[in-house]
Nanobody, 120 residues
Framework: QVQLVESGGGLVQAGGSLRLSCAVS?????????VGWYRQPPGNQRELVAS???????VYSDSAKGRFTISRDNAKNTMYLQMNSLKPEDTAVYYC?????????????WGQGTQVTVSS
């Protein structure tokens, strides 16, 4: 059973920084097809923030480029999202996900989400 647990969310003032963590168990993230971060602002759909595919370069949404950095520590089986220069419009529930193959099928796993609130 693959499980993802986010942490690091909270309340921060505009211009501040947060680092989100996503601890993965049940599967090595180095073998995942892709890992990533998504967010769901209030009243809106879930949207991609950043992702890394196996062997690929990070991909960022336009709103995240230049401010956010996705990374992973394979030894700790954990991925991170460093968020700098936060804006009120970054307020959302942030989710990590992992896309993995198992027995010729592809599965997508999600964490439970962590709230990020940016005050103006």
């Amino acid at each position: 059973q693959v499980q993802l647990v986010e942490s690091g969310g909270g309340l921060v003032q505009a211009g501040g920084s947060l680092r989100l963590s996503c601890a993965v168990s049940g599967r090595s993230i180095s073998s995942a097809n892709a890992v990533g971060w998504y967010r769901q602002p209030p009243g809106n759909q879930r949207e991609l923030v950043a992702s890394i595919s196996r062997g690929g370069s990070p991909v960022y949404s336009d709103s995240a480029k230049g401010r956010f950095t996705i990374s992973r520590d394979n030894a700790k089986n954990t991925m991170y999202l460093q968020m700098n220069s936060l804006k009120p419009e970054d307020t959302a529930v942030y989710y990590c996900n992992a896309v993995v193959d198992n027995l010729f099928k592809t599965y997508t796993y999600w964490g439970q989400g962590t709230q990020v609130t940016v005050s103006s």
